[in-house]
């Protein structure tokens, strides 16, 4: 589901919640006194909320910072590939044999190492880049290809590692329990700070809690590039090359 469709939800959710207790009187008879009258209680829930916001910053830097990491691991992989494919074309009856070693690497790279369940390195995926490997081992004959050749493969082999790693790190679950503990409180407590206007309320009040489901939802989405959220690292650059390999000569 969408951004939008999951904030409309919410927001639906969350201003029938709203209204059931302002009208409905409820919170005068839970916490016995009147919600516009309740002395200290907004600056202890601005401490929340700053406890929450500085956890949240400090999550979604890492968060970030790994999610970078990813796309320059993809960037290196499909550069590296590109690269040996445009070496080899110096080498006559090459190009065509390692054209279809890498058209079948970024097949199966794409079909079993690109799935949200994905659990690392696919067998078929090493397989096929081990006849790539083969398949380029020929460039090293020739004398002045073959430092290239060697760079080319070492940063193919590092960045297809980088992106293997990068792809199945996960947030510790105790942190994520903790983020989410945080976030349900500043959404649930938000409900209990009364402004006498019941609109202004109801408008800041709003605010607060969608503001702080989006930052979940942003946490929630780094924490897993691969699965389709709002958004997610996708296979194209694969798809790309892999396209191109095919439609060249």
Not at 34 to 43: A, K, Q, R, S
Not at 73 to 94: F, M, T, Y
Request: with cysteine; charged share 20%; proline share 2%.
């Amino acid at each position: 589901m969408r951004l939008a469709g999951k904030i409309v939800i919410f927001a639906v959710l969350f201003s029938i919640m709203f209204f059931f207790l302002h009208a409905a009187d409820v919170t005068r008879t839970v916490i016995r006194d009147d919600m516009e009258d309740l002395g200290g209680l907004p600056w202890l829930y601005s401490a929340v909320c700053l406890i929450f916001s500085i956890l949240a910053g400090f999550v979604i830097q890492h968060e970030w910072d790994q999610w970078n990491d990813f796309m320059e691991a993809i960037k290196g992989e499909v550069s590296s590939l590109r690269s040996l494919w445009l070496w080899s074309q110096h080498v006559p009856d090459l190009g065509m044999q390692l054209r279809k070693a890498m058209s079948q690497y970024l097949t199966v790279t794409i079909q079993h190492e690109w799935r949200a369940n994905a659990s690392g390195e696919g067998e078929a995926a090493g397989q096929a880049l081990a006849v790539v490997q083969q398949e380029a081992s020929a460039l090293l004959q020739h004398t002045k290809l073959r430092m290239t050749t060697v760079g080319i493969i070492g940063d193919l082999l590092r960045h297809r590692e980088a992106r293997l790693h990068s792809g199945q790190r996960r947030m510790p679950t105790i942190l994520k329990a903790t983020v989410g503990f945080a976030d349900g409180l500043v959404i649930v407590l938000s409900l209990f700070i009364g402004v006498k206007h019941l609109w202004l309320d109801y408008l800041f009040t709003l605010s607060i809690a969608l503001l702080a489901y989006v930052v979940y939802l942003v946490i929630d989405d780094l924490d897993h590039p691969l699965r389709p959220g709002i958004w997610h690292m996708t296979s194209k650059p694969y798809e790309h090359l892999l396209a191109q390999l095919q439609h060249s000569r």
